[in-house]
């Protein structure tokens, strides 16, 4: 079996964990140099009214993380499973993992609109089209 597939859902995982790295860092210095929290806002354990932007972002990202891409995870295991691993199925794990990447970046760091619809819909929709075909293909070649 073609054990290559795991390589786009270990750069997803690695996503995740740099994600959450970047809402840690970016927390302790709210936290330990800015002072932005008090005692009993940490003790809450959700976002204070005082976390910075960039805090939100990241810890908005992050739960996307455990969202959406878990479908993912999902089609890419019942690909290794049934034996469907192919160089196509590898093209567009690498595609949706080059999307939620720039989803994420830009997430975290710029988060601009457009009206009311969030630029980041752009880099988000064509990641959902690719998990969709990835599992339209799987059922078509059963």
């Avoid at 995740?16 to 005692?39: A, C, E, P, Q, Y």
């Avoid at 972002?57 to 996307?64: P, V, Y």
């Avoid at 034996?83 to 199925?89: A, I, L, P, Q, S």
Wanted: glycine share 4%; hydrophobic share 55%; charged share 15%.
């Amino acid at each position: 079996m073609n054990t290559e597939i795991f390589i786009p859902m270990f750069y997803m995982v690695l996503l995740t964990f740099v994600v959450s790295l970047i809402g840690t860092i970016v927390r302790f210095k709210n936290v330990l140099i800015d002072k932005n929290h008090s005692g009993s806002e940490m003790m809450k354990f959700s976002l204070p009214s005082s976390a910075t932007e960039i805090t939100k972002q990241a810890d908005r990202n992050l739960t996307n993380l455990f969202e959406f891409p878990i479908l993912f995870y999902a089609i890419c295991i019942v690909l290794y499973v049934s034996g469907k691993v192919d160089d196509y199925f590898l093209l567009l794990g690498f595609w949706f993992v080059g999307l939620r990447v720039a989803h994420s970046v830009y997430h975290i760091f710029i988060n601009g609109f457009i009206g009311d619809m969030p630029i980041r819909a752009l880099l988000w929709l064509p990641s959902l089209a690719i998990v969709i075909w990835m599992w339209i293909r799987f059922i078509s070649l059963l």
